[in-house]
């Protein structure tokens, strides 16, 4: 997972681990996999849930109300609200989006997918993403998922990072190259 073991770190891949095993043991993952992905995408788009998330003097009776209701509302898994009513219980709510990342990628490794990041120097489309990603996960041979981002100062061009390989077919890589080779002859 990840080089540096911090506490957060390493609780945070526990805690998914034994999501993941207890999904696995229920036949629930596909499905806790969907209310992850819907309860990450809430996690990183809305910041005043996140501040409460990480909000350290929020009562334990609060958190819990408020995942109650996000689990009616959101139909969530049994399974997985009561899950999260554990991490509440044990204080460890403020490491929900690592622990909800973590068991994405260890459901994924599970299918085979490998996470990759394109980085790009302006908005792709979803077809343009679409296309990149069929051709890459052809080209190795395994279902590659990406996660986007946007570096304006590529100029033009992308970057693809798999692992600790890097694909850089940017403009400003280019001209670096260029001004290598000119300060070498």
Not at 38 to 47: D, H, K, R, T, V
Not at 75 to 102: A, C, G, H, T, V
Request: proline letters at 1%; hydrophobic letters at 40%.
């Amino acid at each position: 997972m990840s080089g540096i073991k911090t506490f957060s770190n390493e609780t945070s891949e526990r805690y998914a681990l034994a999501l993941f095993e207890l999904a696995n043991e229920k036949s629930e993952l596909e499905d806790i996999e969907k209310n992850i992905l819907f309860l990450l995408e809430i996690c990183n788009s809305n910041s005043e849930f996140k501040s409460f998330l990480k909000n350290p003097t929020n009562q334990i009776e609060l958190q819990s109300k408020v995942f109650i209701e996000i689990s009616k509302i959101m139909k969530l898994n049994k399974s997985f609200s009561n899950f999260l009513q554990l991490i509440i219980d044990k204080r460890r709510i403020f490491f929900l989006d690592k622990i909800l990342e973590k068991f994405i990628k260890l459901s994924s490794k599970r299918k085979g997918k490998i996470d990759a990041t394109l980085i790009s120097s302006k908005n792709l489309s979803q077809d343009e993403r679409n296309i990149i990603s069929q051709e890459i996960s052809k080209a190795i041979k395994s279902n590659i998922e990406f996660t986007f981002k946007i570096d304006k100062s590529l100029i033009s061009g992308i970057k693809i990072q798999v692992g600790s390989l890097l694909i850089d077919t940017s403009v400003r890589n280019k001209l670096k190259r260029i001004k290598q080779l000119m300060t070498e002859n």
